[in-house]
C-alpha cells in the first residue's frame, strides 16, 4: 500500500480546484486528482450496483474514494444518535463521594493557615475607602426605598372646583372619532355597496380626498371577516391628529336659508311693467346694433350691420322704410325735440342727419323748412368737421345733412333741446367728442386733452352737464362753467353704456364685467349699489322717462328689468327692486341684447338683438 | 411725531406664538423628548389668525404653539425627569463600556422613573372630564393588548393594557352599561353609557397584525403610557362606585367553581387570575355586601318647566332603558368554538344572559353543549350536523342585531346557513331628508309594535302573481311611475320650499281643471320672485346662501342615488328569482 498522505496542510481544498494534482506527498511530488470521469448515468448504476455505496465517501484531502469499515459506521451511527464516540465509556458511573459533604471535626489536610488570613488586606481596604469617600461626596446614592404606596387610587376624591383653571376653560377638546355609517358594516345594505366605477373612481382619487378612507364590503358570514390592515395606521394617524393638528373653534353658521333672502317688495305691487314679448320686428339680416324711438312713440329706428336703417312702426311692427347707409350703423338717435322730425345717424366716419319723413307732413315739413333756413356766417370758421349739406339723390332718401368726421363715429347722442348734438369719435387724442349745432351747423371740440377712451356721453336731461363715460370712470362736465364737476368711480373694469334718470340726480352704467352700478349723484362718487344680475356683458342700459323703471341687455340674451324707485325725499334712497326677466333673443356670434330702449310714454321696452330682430315686451 | 420708533412683531399676535423649534430651545429638550411631553401634558399647536403676522412676514410653514401653553410645560417636573433619565442612560452606557457589572447593577437599581398620576388629575380635573376623553384611551388599550409579546414594545406594557381593558370590561358587565355594539370591517365598535357619558371604542378582530413600518410605534407608546395611567385611575374610580374590590377579585363561590373538577392545576393561582377575569364568565367579588334593597325606587323630581307629557315619555324612555338592560335576561348561550369568545361573552352577559363555550377553549366555562337547558347556541358555521332539539342554532350577527334594536330579533333569519340580512350601524340617526334603508324602516316600524312583515309577504305575492299576467307592461309602468314620484317629489320640494317662507294656503277645489292651472301660475310666479330676490341679495349673504343649497341639494341627491341603487338591486333580486322560479 503507498502512502498518500497530502501535505498541503488544513487549507481550503478549493485552492486546487483548477490544477490536475490536488497536493504533494512526502517526497514533495504532486499527487494528482483520481480520474473521474463518471457522469450521471455512471453514478446512478454505481449507486444501484454497488452494495457498499452507502458507505462510499469521498476524502476531500486525495480525492479518493474511502470505504468506511465497520467500527467507522458504528462511531458515525453513535456521535448521530448524540452518544459518546467511545463504545466503552459509561456516562452514567455511580458518583464516589471522595470527600464526604458533611463537615467532620477533622479537616481534611492539616496544613495551617495563611497570615494573609489574619491580617485585613489591602486591596479591600482600598476598595472599602474609595467606596465610602464616593458616598460621602455623595457619587454613590443609597438605593431607593421601594415605592409601595399604590399605582391606582381614588384621584379623583376631592374634586375641588378651583383646579379648575382658567387653562381648562380655554382648552379645546379634541373631537371625537366619526361613528361608522352603514356602509361600513360587514355585511351593509346592498346600495351601499361601490359600483365597479365607483370603486375606480375611488381608487384614483389621492387617499386625503377619499370621502370614504376604506371600500365597503359585503361578507356572508362574520367567519369570513378578515383582519383590516389599516388599523394601527388609523389609530396612529388619531395619535398624529391628537398631538400634531392645530384646534381651533369653529363657528358654524346656523341660519335659514330663506332668512337670507332679503325681503322686497313684490314685483306684482310695482306694476306697471313689461312682462310678455308683444311684437317681433323683421327684416334686418345682421345684428343690429342700435335702436331710438321718435319722441312721439310711434316711430321706431333701428340700424344694423347690414347697412341699413329701418324705419318702424311701433304698434304695427311694419317697416315703413329702409335706408341704406353704406356703413355699419353703430348709433342712432331720434330728435326728441317733438317739433323736429330729425335721427342721427352714425356711419363710419360721418353722421347723417335724415328726416324720416314720417308722420304729421307739416311737421317734417316744417323740419326740412328749418334747415333750409340756415345762412352759412359771412367769414369761415375753421371746425374740426365738415358740414356737407345732402345731394340729390341722398336727398330724396330723406339724408338732410352730413357731418363728416376724421375718424369712425362711435355714438351720437342729442340734447335735449333738440338742437345740439354730440357725437364720439374712436381715436385717442382730445378730438374724441365733439359737440355741434344743428341750427349753426357749427360744431367744437369741447376738451383740450384726452382722459381716456371714451366709452359714451350723454347730456344732463335739465341742467347743463355733460357726461363722458371712459372704461373706468364717468366724469361730469359743467358746460357753461367749462369745468369738471365730477368724477365717479365705476368699480367696473370697462364701462360699456350708461343711462341717466329723467330726474337728473341718477346715473346707472352698464359694464363689460357684467355689473351695473347705480350713481346718486348727491350721495357720492361711487355707485349706490353695484347689481349682479347678468351672467355675461351688459351692452346697454336704459332709463324710462315717466316710470320708475331701468332696463339692462346683455351678452346672456335676457333683458332684465327693474323697478328703481327715486324719492324726492333726500333722504330716502332709491329702491332697487329687479320685476322682470325677459327672454327672448337667440344667442348668436355670443352676442345676445345689443341695445334697449323703452317707449317714451308706455311700459314698454324694446331690445335689438344679434340674431337680426328687434323685440317689444309690454 | 415723536417718541421711539416702534418695532415689528415685538407686540400684538406675534409675541403670543411661539414656534416648535423655538418652544423646543426654550424647553431645552430633544425633539422626541419635546414630543412626549406634548403627547402627555396634550399641548396641541395652534393656528394663529394671521399667519404672516406671526411668522414675522415670512409665509413659510411652520408649527406655532401659544407661548402661555409652553410656558406652562416649563413648571412641569416630568421635565426633569426626562433630563435625570438621558444622565442615566448615558451613565450606564458607559459603565457598559468600561464592563463594571457592579456599576451596572447599582445604577440600574436607582433607575429614574415618573409618575403620571398628577397629569392626570391636572389634565381632567373632575372625573368627567375623564370620562369624556376615554374613547382614544379605550380603543388604544384594547389594541396594544392584542400586540404580539415581541419586539414593538415593552411586555409589560402589553400586558397592563390587556388588564385595563379586561377590567373595564368586567365593569361594563357589572353595571350592564353597554348600548350599542356594530361589527364593522374595521373591527368591533361598542358603545357604553357610563355614569351618563357616552363611551364608544372599538376592538380589531382576533387576528395577529402585520406591523406597518411606517408607523412611529414610539409614539402610539408615549400615548398609551398616558392611557394606560387614565384608565387605571377611571377604573378604580368605576369599580369604587359599584362597591367592588379593585383590583378586581371573582367572586368566592364562582371561584370555586371555575377550578377544574379534576384538581389538575391548570396553572398557578398568579398567572390564571388575569385569565379567568378575562374569560368573563365570573362575576365579581363586592366589597359591601350588595343588598337588594339598594334598588330603591327612585323619587320623581319634576324639572320645572316640563309638562307632564315630557316627564311621561322621560319615564317611558328609563322603563325602555330598564328593559333593553335585561335584554337577555334567563337565556342561557352556547357559542361554539369557531365564534369569537370574548366580544360576545362580553355582549350577553352586558345583557344578563349566561353563556358558555367549550371546555378545551378557554377556562371559565360553566356548562357543557349538552346542558339541555340551553336556549341558543351561536354557531357560524354553514350547517350544523346534529342539531338537539330545544334550542335555537343561531348566527352571530342576531345577538349584535337584537341588542341594537333593543329587543330580541325573530330567529327566522338567522339560522345556519341563511343569507343574513344586513346588519345595520346603530350609530346613525336619519334626520328628516337623509336616505334610510328599507331594513332601518322594518327595523323601526318593529320597534313600534306594529308586524310589517306578513304584509309585505303577502302584497309581494300578489305582486308576483300580477307579474307573471304582465310583464312588459308593468316595467314600463313602473319606469313611468318613477319619474312621476321623482317629479312629485321635486314639486312637493319645491312647495316645501316656498311654502316654508309664505306659508300660503293653497286650496284646490275638485272638479276644476282651471284652478290647477293657476297654482301652478301662482308657483311659477312665486319662484320667479324668489329668483329676483336672491339676484338682489349681498354678495356675502349670496355666497353662504349658495353653499348652503348647495349643501342640501348634494344631500338629496346623494340620499336619491342610495334608493335608485336600493330599487335597481331589488328588482335585479327580484328578476333572479322569477327566473329561478320558472326555471323550476
Known amino acids: 500500500l503507498q502512502d498518500i498522505r497530502n501535505t498541503v496542510g488544513n487549507i481550503p481544498m478549493e485552492w486546487y480546484q483548477d490544477f490536475p494534482h490536488i497536493g504533494y506527498n512526502l517526497d514533495g511530488k504532486k499527487i494528482y486528482k483520481p480520474i473521474r470521469n463518471k457522469d450521471e448515468l455512471d453514478m446512478f448504476l454505481e449507486k444501484m450496483e454497488n452494495p457498499d455505496y452507502w458507505r462510499t465517501v469521498q476524502d476531500k484531502m486525495t480525492g479518493a474514494d474511502i470505504k468506511l469499515t465497520d467500527e467507522q459506521v458504528d462511531l458515525v451511527h453513535r456521535l448521530q444518535k448524540g452518544q459518546f464516540g467511545d463504545v466503552h465509556f459509561d456516562p452514567y458511573e455511580p458518583a464516589v463521594d471522595f470527600f464526604t459533604h458533611e463537615v467532620m471535626i477533622h479537616p481534611v489536610t492539616n496544613r495551617p493557615a495563611d497570615k494573609r488570613s489574619f491580617i485585613p488586606s489591602l486591596i479591600e481596604k482600598e476598595k472599602v475607602s474609595k467606596l465610602v469617600h464616593a458616598i460621602k461626596m455623595g457619587w454613590i446614592k443609597p438605593r431607593k426605598p421601594k415605592d409601595d404606596t399604590p399605582t391606582y387610587y381614588d384621584l379623583w376624591a376631592h374634586e375641588d372646583p378651583n383646579s379648575i383653571l382658567g387653562r381648562h376653560k380655554m382648552h379645546v377638546p379634541a373631537p371625537k372619532m366619526k361613528l361608522p355609517g352603514h356602509e361600513e358594516s360587514y355585511n351593509p345594505p346592498p346600495e351601499y355597496l361601490l359600483s365597479e366605477e365607483e370603486k ?36 396612529f394617524e388619531r395619535c398624529l391628529d391628537l398631538y400634531l393638528c392645530p384646534r381651533q373653534r369653529k363657528m358654524r353658521v346656523n341660519v335659514d336659508p330663506e332668512d337670507l333672502i332679503p325681503k322686497l317688495p313684490k314685483p306684482r305691487d310695482l306694476q306697471p311693467f313689461p312682462t310678455t314679448q308683444a311684437l317681433v320686428y323683421r327684416g334686418h339680416t345682421s345684428l343690429v346694433r342700435c335702436l331710438s324711438v321718435s319722441p312721439s312713440g310711434q316711430w321706431l329706428v333701428s340700424g344694423s350691420d347690414d347697412c341699413t336703417v329701418r324705419f318702424w312702426e311701433v304698434c304695427t311692427a311694419r317697416c315703413m322704410k329702409t335706408l341704406p347707409v353704406g356703413g355699419v350703423v353703430k348709433s342712432v338717435a331720434w330728435n326728441p325735440n317733438a317739433t323736429i322730425c330729425l335721427v342721427a345717424i352714425c356711419v363710419e366716419q360721418s353722421v347723417l342727419l335724415v328726416n324720416p319723413c314720417l308722420g304729421d307732413k307739416l311737421l317734417y315739413g316744417a323740419t326740412d323748412q328749418l334747415l333750409e333756413s340756415y345762412v352759412a356766417p359771412e367769414e369761415e370758421r375753421v371746425q374740426p368737421v365738415q358740414w356737407v349739406t345732402a345731394t340729390m339723390e341722398e336727398h330724396s332718401k330723406g339724408v338732410r345733412l352730413v357731418v363728416q368726421h376724421s375718424k369712425a363715429v362711435k355714438q351720437v347722442t342729442w340734447h335735449g333741446k333738440g338742437d345740439y348734438f354730440a357725437s364720439v369719435v374712436s381715436d385717442n387724442s382730445n378730438m374724441q367728442v365733439l359737440i355741434h349745432q344743428t341750427s349753426k351747423r357749427w360744431s367744437q371740440n369741447p376738451f383740450r386733452k384726452s382722459k381716456g377712451l371714451v366709452q359714451c356721453v350723454l347730456f344732463h336731461p335739465i341742467r347743463p352737464y355733460f357726461f363722458v363715460a371712459t372704461q373706468r370712470y364717468v366724469r361730469v362736465y359743467n358746460l357753461l362753467k367749462q369745468e369738471l364737476t365730477k368724477k365717479l368711480m365705476t368699480n367696473c373694469k370697462w364701462v360699456s353704456s350708461m343711462a341717466i334718470h329723467p330726474g337728473g340726480d341718477n ?49 346672456d340674451g335676457t333683458v332684465i328689468v327693474c323697478h328703481g324707485m327715486v324719492y324726492n325725499d333726500l333722504l330716502q334712497n332709491p329702491l332697487l327692486v329687479p320685476v322682470k326677466v325677459l327672454k327672448g333673443h337667440v344667442l348668436t356670434l355670443d352676442l345676445g341684447v345689443l341695445d334697449v330702449l323703452f317707449h317714451p310714454t308706455q311700459p314698454w321696452v324694446f331690445s335689438s338683438g344679434a340674431d337680426g330682430t328687434v323685440r317689444l315686451y309690454t | 411725531m415723536g417718541g421711539l420708533e416702534k418695532k415689528k412683531y415685538e407686540r400684538g399676535s406675534a409675541t403670543n406664538y411661539i414656534t416648535r423649534n423655538r418652544a423646543r430651545k426654550k424647553l431645552q429638550l430633544s425633539l422626541p423628548d419635546f414630543r412626549r411631553l406634548c403627547i402627555l401634558k396634550g399641548i396641541y399647536p ?159 378582530y382576533a387576528f395577529a397584525h402585520d406591523h406597518p413600518t411606517d408607523v412611529d410605534y414610539r409614539v402610539m407608546a408615549t400615548f398609551t403610557e398616558f392611557y394606560t395611567t387614565l384608565l387605571g385611575f377611571v377604573n378604580f374610580r368605576l369599580y369604587q362606585s359599584l362597591n367592588l374590590l379593585y383590583p378586581p377579585k371573582i367572586d368566592g363561590q364562582a371561584d370555586v367553581e371555575l377550578k377544574p373538577a379534576e384538581g389538575k392545576e391548570y396553572a398557578m393561582d398568579s398567572e390564571s387570575y388575569l385569565e379567568k377575569l378575562s374569560a368573563l364568565s365570573a362575576s365579581l367579588a363586592r366589597a359591601v355586601a350588595p343588598t337588594h334593597e339598594d334598588e330603591v325606587e327612585m323619587d320623581e323630581f319634576p324639572v320645572e318647566g316640563e309638562t307632564a307629557e315630557q316627564l311621561d315619555a322621560r319615564k317611558k324612555e328609563q322603563e325602555a332603558l330598564e328593559k333593553h338592560k335585561k335584554l337577555f335576561e334567563g337565556l342561557r348561550f352556547f357559542l361554539n368554538r369557531e365564534v369569537p369568545r370574548e366580544p360576545l361573552a362580553f355582549i350577553i352577559r352586558c345583557f344578563g344572559g349566561q353563556v358558555s363555550w367549550d371546555k378545551s377553549l378557554c377556562i371559565g366555562a360553566t356548562y357543557d353543549v349538552s346542558d339541555p337547558s340551553i336556549t341558543h347556541q351561536i354557531v357560524d358555521r354553514p350547517r350544523v350536523e346534529r342539531q338537539v332539539v330545544g334550542r335555537y342554532y343561531l348566527q352571530p350577527q342576531w ?186
Open chain 2, 399 to 584: 345577538v349584535f342585531d337584537s341588542v341594537n334594536a333593543k329587543l330580541c330579533l325573530p330567529v327566522a333569519d338567522y339560522f345556519p346557513g341563511v343569507l343574513l340580512p344586513p346588519h345595520l350601524s346603530p350609530f346613525v340617526t336619519e334626520q328628516e331628508g337623509d336616505y334610510v334603508p328599507p331594513e332601518k324602516l322594518k327595523l323601526l316600524a318593529m320597534q313600534r309594535g306594529e308586524n310589517p312583515d306578513e304584509e309585505s309577504e303577502e302584497e309581494e305575492e300578489e305582486e308576483e302573481e300580477e307579474e307573471e299576467e304582465d310583464d312588459n307592461d308593468k316595467e314600463e309602468e313602473e319606469e313611468d311611475e318613477s319619474e312621476k314620484e321623482e317629479e312629485m317629489k321635486l314639486k312637493k320640494l319645491e312647495e316645501q320650499k316656498t311654502q316654508s317662507s309664505k306659508a300660503l294656503p293653497v286650496k284646490v277645489t275638485a272638479g276644476k281643471v282651471r284652478l290647477e292651472d293657476k297654482q301652478r301660475l301662482e308657483q311659477e310666479q312665486q319662484s320667479e320672485e324668489k329668483r329676483l330676490a336672491i339676484m338682489m341679495m349681498k354678495k356675502r349673504e349670496k355666497y353662504l346662501y349658495k353653499k348652503i343649497m348647495f349643501g342640501k341639494k348634494r344631500k338629496v341627491r346623494e340620499a336619491n342615488k342610495l334608493a335608485a341603487k336600493r330599487k335597481a338591486h331589488d328588482t335585479a333580486v327580484k328578476e333572479e328569482k322569477k327566473k329561478s322560479k320558472k326555471a323550476r
Open chain 1, 200 to 235: 375606480l373612481a375611488w381608487e384614483q382619487q389621492e387617499p386625503a380626498e377619499r370621502k370614504l378612507n376604506f371600500v365597503p364590503q359585503q361578507y356572508q358570514c362574520l367567519r369570513a371577516v378578515p383582519a383590516y390592515s389599516r388599523f394601527i395606521h388609523e389609530r
Open chain 2, 46 to 204: 395652534h393656528e394663529p389668525k394671521h399667519k404672516k403676522k406671526v411668522n414675522k412676514g415670512s409665509t413659510a410653514a411652520r408649527t406655532f404653539y401659544l407661548l402661555k401653553d409652553i410656558k406652562f410645560l416649563l413648571h412641569e417636573p416630568i421635565v426633569n425627569k426626562f433630563r435625570e433619565y438621558k444622565v442615566f442612560v448615558r451613565k450606564l452606557r458607559k459603565a457598559y463600556g468600561k464592563s463594571e457589572w457592579s456599576t451596572v447593577d447599582r445604577l440600574k437599581d436607582n433607575k429614574p422613573s415618573y409618575k403620571l398620576d398628577h397629569i392626570v388629575k391636572e389634565r381632567y380635573p373632575t372625573f368627567v372630564d375623564a370620562l369624556r376623553d376615554l374613547d382614544d384611551a379605550l380603543s388604544m388599550c384594547f389594541l396594544f393588548s392584542t400586540f404580539p409579546r415581541s419586539g414593538k414594545c415593552h411586555v409589560q406594557t402589553i400586558q397592563l393594557c390587556r388588564r385595563l381593558a379586561v377590567e373595564f370590561l368586567n365593569y361594563v358587565i357589572v353595571s350592564r352599561s353597554l348600548r350599542k355594539v356594530f361589527l364593522s370591517i374595521k373591527g368591533i365598535y361598542y358603545q357604553a353609557e357610563v355614569l351618563g357619558q357616552p363611551v364608544t371604542w372599538i376592538t380589531p
Open chain 1, 507 to 555: 346715473i346707472i352704467c352698464g359694464s363689460y364685467d357684467s355689473k351695473l352700478a347705480w350713481f346718486d349723484l348727491d350721495l357720492s362718487t361711487r355707485p349706490y349699489q353695484l347689481l349682479r344680475h347678468h351672467k355675461k356683458a351688459l351692452r346697454s342700459v336704459a332709463f324710462h322717462k315717466h316710470y320708475p323703471l331701468f332696463a339692462s341687455g346683455s351678452d
